[in-house]
């Protein structure tokens, strides 16, 4: 079993920056591949980047590239994503995955967490 802890949300206007972090915890969670999703008020909830298990991989949806940076600390078991020049459309609950299959652009994950909310006031 694999547990998924974000934390890092909060409020802040647009421009600024942020930076969400993901604490797994579980067997051979570090060989896993890891994402950032995030689900906007009455809307689907969407890809925003993945790492691969070993840190040296990632992939970015196009709406962050550029702007967002995924990074891993595998000693600590924890993925940060930090989030700069926010604006308003990045308003969103933020939500860590784990899955155990290789592949970077593969969207489905095993293991969610809760979430943590961002807003971006304009």
């Known amino acids: 079993q694999v547990q998924l802890v974000e934390s890092g949300g909060g409020l802040v206007q647009a421009g600024e920056s942020l930076r969400l972090s993901c604490v797994a915890s579980?067997?051979?969670?570090?060989?896993?591949?890891m994402g950032w999703f995030r689900q906007a008020p009455g809307k689907k909830r969407e890809f925003v980047s993945a790492i691969s298990w070993g840190g040296t991989s990632t992939h970015y949806a196009d709406s962050v590239k550029g702007r967002f940076t995924i990074s891993r600390d595998r000693a600590k078991n924890t993925i940060f994503l930090q989030m700069n020049t926010l604006s308003a459309e990045d308003t969103a609950v933020y939500y860590c995955?784990?899955?155990?299959?290789?592949?970077?652009?593969?969207?489905?994950?095993?293991?969610w967490g809760q979430g943590t909310r961002v807003t971006v006031s304009s």
């Open positions: 579980g067997r051979t969670v570090s060989t896993y591949r």
């Open positions: 995955a784990a899955d155990r299959r290789p592949i970077l652009t593969l969207v489905s994950y095993d293991y």
